[in-house]
């Protein structure tokens, strides 16, 4: 049974950084790129960023030199460090394998950019 929990979002300033954890069933972890999603209010979900395996990493243009994905193979775990936080990056932050699948999906963790 694939299970992945996300945590660590939360509300911060404009500029400010968070740290997103997701804590994956090996099943779906050990043979996956693994990647962070998101849905914003009103948009569609959309990839954000995603590491493979041998943990190459690539970057929706958005988030590109903001965010920083990466894995922890030990601890089945795929982190998403947030710098420079803009309110645009607000939505729920979900992780899931590259490509997903569809019983992947977890509760989220909601990210919000406000002052």
């Known amino acids: 049974q694939v299970q992945l929990v996300e945590s660590g979002g939360g509300l911060v300033q404009p500029g400010g950084s968070l740290r997103l954890s997701c804590a994956a069933s090996?099943?779906?972890?050990?043979?996956?790129?693994m990647g962070w999603y998101r849905r914003a209010p009103g948009k569609e979900r959309e990839l954000v960023a995603h590491?493979?395996?041998?943990?190459?990493?690539n970057y929706a243009n958005a988030v590109k030199g903001r965010f920083t994905i990466s894995r922890d193979n030990a601890k089945n775990t795929v982190y998403l460090q947030m710098n420079s936080l803009k309110p645009e990056d607000t939505a729920v932050y979900y992780c899931n394998s590259v490509p997903y699948r569809y019983d992947g999906w977890g509760q989220g963790t909601q990210v919000t950019v406000s002052s």
């Open positions: 090996g099943s779906i972890f050990s043979f996956n790129a």
């Open positions: 590491i493979t395996t041998g943990s190459t990493t």
